[in-house]
């Protein structure tokens, strides 16, 4: 039973994070934009934060990404 389902929860979990990532680096790239064409002279530093802030959003897909794929290749809940 708990097999058939795990292509479902496989695909949930790669799906869902990655939706939030994109949503999360599409608005923070909106936001970077908007605050450089008001302050030109701080674009240097906040591409720094903005660049350090999609790394992070980016880094916690990949790591869901890759625990779900562990759990499709080495399920630990069959007995």
Same mark, same amino acid.
């Given at each position: 039973m708990s097999m058939d389902l795990l292509?479902?929860?496989?695909?949930?979990l790669i799906a869902i994070? #990655? =939706?939030g990532s994109c949503i999360g680096i599409g608005l923070s790239a909106a936001r970077f934009l908007q605050a450089s064409a008001r302050q030109p002279g701080l674009g240097p530093e906040l591409q720094t934060r903005f660049f350090? #802030? =999609?790394?992070?959003?980016?880094?916690?897909f990949i790591?869901?990404?890759g625990i779900s794929l562990w759990f499709a290749?080495?399920?630990?809940?069959?007995r």
């Amino acid at each position: 039973m708990s097999m058939d389902l795990l292509p479902l929860a496989v695909a949930i979990l790669i799906a869902i994070p #990655a =939706a939030g990532s994109c949503i999360g680096i599409g608005l923070s790239a909106a936001r970077f934009l908007q605050a450089s064409a008001r302050q030109p002279g701080l674009g240097p530093e906040l591409q720094t934060r903005f660049f350090l #802030a =999609a790394g992070l959003l980016d880094g916690a897909f990949i790591i869901a990404t890759g625990i779900s794929l562990w759990f499709a290749t080495a399920n630990p809940f069959t007995r």
